[in-house]
């Protein structure tokens, strides 16, 4: 089949095999330039594999360190001739690659959350690895059953306490409204805790802790953002900012339990990118594509593979200690909240309309990244060939 760009809202519908493949190849060839890495974990589990910062966090550890890599995602496979997702392909072009550079790669898909995948992703550590050095936990969901309950919970991404209004974008269209989001009750709040905080990471740590499936020493990650001012009230005081909170909170008490045999857990604060996670919030994307433009011009821009290079090599291998702000976080959001950066998007912010939308901001390199996060408009793919959407899992 010939497969086109079905962009709906915040989402694109299909998916096309090739580009996503040579998405994941730009990103192996991106961490090979920079050159291996010191003292890389051995073996390595990733709970979010698929895309945006949990696929570069699997393709960091591979290829500048030789890692074998266990990837844990929710995607959906190709059914009845329609695309797979984009995460599904991802991952059958990392295995790929992985597999043909002699390293170790599988994967599991389904519902991180459930017990059915963690005891899966034991046995399979068990039997192939025995233990691993590094979990990196980079969920992004819009709810989540809880297994010992048996409640599902959605999250929102709301204010809290207040009305707020504020500019928005519609990236597909390029129009700029106002929009005003109602204050989360206190359920929406609890339920977005409970979805995009830390309990799920603390499960996984304690179930693979109990297995005996993390190697001393070992180490975690998980990911958040802080982000400027003017994201201040629907992100970082909003409800999903509660749940970062709580994740951040997550990472000292697993921090108390790895450090008996030397582990830690740690909390890199990462910055603003277009994801699939991130393009569902609003105001976020207006904001993102002003911040695109001054950091692109200042030569300061980054994307995922290069910011989670620089994470590993800065600060969780290669011969370097974190270096931690004041509340313990590693923050990779550093040059995104540079005081001169923040100051020139704050500048052009109050002006931003539909009009000087292309003039002001990187909305045309938004747009473009988007496409790229779904396989298309990639350099060297044939987009008017056909193309079979059917691809097995290599490692299945
Ligand atoms: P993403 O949407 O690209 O990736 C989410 C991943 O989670 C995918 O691999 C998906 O398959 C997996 N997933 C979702 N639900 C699952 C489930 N039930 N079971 C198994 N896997 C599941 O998101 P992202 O933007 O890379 O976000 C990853 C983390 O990084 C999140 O914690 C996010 O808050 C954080 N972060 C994102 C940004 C940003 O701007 N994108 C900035 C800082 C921090």
């Not at 570069?56 to 997702?85: H, W």
């Not at 059958?92 to 992985?98: I, L, N, S, T």
């Not at 899966?120 to 989540?144: C, F, N, Q, W």
């Not at 990244?369 to 299945?396: I, N």
Request: aromatic share 8%; glycine share 8%; with cysteine.
């Amino acid at each position: 089949m010939i497969i086109q760009p079905k962009v709906r809202g915040f989402i694109c519908i299909t998916a096309h095999p090739d580009g996503c493949a040579e998405h994941v190849q730009q990103q192996i060839e991106y961490v090979k330039a920079k050159g291996p890495l010191a003292d890389m974990p051995k073996r390595v589990l990733v709970i979010g594999s698929s895309t945006g910062y949990g696929l570069a966090s699997r393709i960091v550890p591979a290829f500048a360190g030789g890692a074998a890599t266990l990837g844990i995602f929710f995607e959906r496979p190709s059914d009845n001739g329609k695309p797979a997702s984009a995460g599904w392909y991802n991952s059958c072009a990392f295995e790929k690659a992985a597999h043909a550079a002699g390293l170790y790669a599988k994967s599991i898909n389904g519902d991180a959350y459930s017990e059915e995948i963690k005891k899966l992703t034991i046995d399979r550590i068990k039997e192939d690895l025995g233990h691993v050095d590094l979990v990196v936990y980079s969920l992004a969901s819009p709810r989540r059953t809880n297994p010992k309950t048996g409640l599902t919970a959605k999250s929102t991404l709301k204010p809290v306490g207040a009305p707020f209004t504020a500019k928005t974008v519609d990236t597909d269209r390029g129009i700029v409204t106002d929009i005003t989001i109602e204050p989360a009750s206190e359920e929406e709040i609890a339920d977005t805790v409970t979805v995009m905080g830390g309990e799920d990471w603390e499960m996984w740590i304690d179930a693979l802790s109990a297995a005996g499936a993390l190697a001393p020493g070992a180490k975690t990650v998980a990911y958040s953002y802080i982000g400027p001012d003017i994201t201040w009230a629907i992100y970082r005081n909003g409800t999903i900012g509660r749940a970062k909170e709580d994740l951040e909170a997550t990472a000292e008490r697993l921090t108390h339990k790895l450090a008996p045999t030397g582990g830690a857990a740690f909390v890199s604060v990462n910055k603003a990118l277009v994801t699939q996670a991130s393009s569902a919030i609003p105001v976020v994307p207006l904001y993102i594509s002003l911040l695109y433009k001054v950091m692109k011009e200042r030569g300061l821009h980054e994307g995922c593979i290069e910011q989670i290079e620089r994470l590993f090599a800065e600060h969780l291998y290669n011969g370097a200690a974190p270096q931690p702000d004041e509340k313990g976080r590693i923050r990779i959001d550093d040059w995104e909240m540079r005081p001169e950066i923040q100051a020139a998007v704050a500048a052009v912010w109050p002006g931003v309309t539909t009009e000087t939308l292309p003039q002001v901001s990187d909305i045309v390199g938004y747009r473009e990244e988007f496409l790229r996060l779904f396989g298309f408009g990639l350099p060297g793919v044939d987009y008017a060939a056909e193309v079979e959407p059917d691809m097995p899992m290599p490692s299945a």
